[in-house]
């Protein structure tokens, strides 16, 4: 009798599956947070982005809703993480950690976005990685 092994097979399916949730859940955390970011010229939320560690970005260059302002992410990629799980949201707009967390001395209250984004979407996580896990 020959026994034969299916680890790498398996492992391979559930990296596969792994990286499709994350990458769902990014969608999910990305989407949230553009519909509670502050809106005056659009910027800001246009430019929200999510990636995976050592992949690419999702948003890669924006601009505000009238097309005067623009950015870009240099490098396009998130940094690879220890865990290749690893699922990065946020912006690059340099005024973002003060809607976030607000700037008394500029009388700039706190407008989160990111957290609430992340915070209130965690049953939707938990249910992305639950279908991709038992598909």
Known sequence: MEIKSN????????????KAACEVIGGIAESA????????TGLLRNSITHGMAGGKLSV?????DAGGQSGRYTGQS???EQNQYTVVI??????????????PNAHIPPAPFLR???EGNADAFKAA?????EN
């Not at 946020?90 to 700037?103: F, I, K, R």
């Open 116 to 118: 609430p984004a992340v």
């Open 7 to 18: 680890r790498k097979k398996i492992l391979r399916e559930l990296d596969r599956r792994m």
């Open 78 to 80: 998130v940094p690879a």
């Open 129 to 133: 990685l639950k279908q991709a896990l």
């Open 60 to 64: 890669s260059e924006y601009t505000d």
């Open 33 to 40: 947070a553009k519909d509670l970011a502050p809106v005056d």
């Open 90 to 103: 946020g912006t690059n707009v340099h005024y973002a950690p003060y809607q976030e967390l607000g700037a």
